[in-house]
């Protein structure tokens, strides 16, 4: 069984940056997918970005290309989602999940087996 806690949300100025953590607990090897999803009010959930636990591939959604990028510390079993050049449409909340033994970086949400509660993202304008 696998937890994920994410943290890192907040507020923030069109512009800034911040960095969402995802501290995961059990038993997470080098097969795992991880991803960062992010949902805004009345709308679906969406992939932002992806990784595979080994770090060997990445994989973000083109809004996000340049702006955003995934890394993990396997001595802190963490994966952070570092977020510049924030935008008022970046607001969301953000989810982290795991894929057991995942092929490819999985974009749909149901094909990941664990989530985080989720932290709010606000950009203001």
């Known amino acids: 069984q696998v937890q994920l806690a994410e943290s890192g949300g907040g507020l923030v100025q069109a512009g800034g940056s911040l960095r969402l953590s995802c501290k995961a607990s059990g038993n997470i090897f080098g097969s795992y997918v991880m991803g960062w999803f992010r949902q805004a009010p009345g709308k679906e959930r969406n992939f932002v970005a992806g990784?595979?636990?080994?770090?060997?591939?990445?994989y973000y959604t083109d809004s996000v290309k340049g702006r955003f990028t995934i890394s993990r510390d396997n001595s802190k079993d963490t994966v952070y989602l570092q977020m510049n050049s924030l935008k008022p449409e970046d607001t969301a909340v953000y989810y982290c999940?795991?894929?057991?033994?995942?092929?490819?970086?999985?974009?749909?949400?149901?094909?990941?087996?664990?989530w985080g509660q989720g932290t709010q993202v606000t950009v203001s304008s």
């Open positions: 999940a795991a894929l057991r033994n995942g092929v490819g970086i999985e974009t749909h949400t149901f094909a990941y087996e664990y």
């Open positions: 990784m595979r636990w080994s770090g060997a591939t990445t």
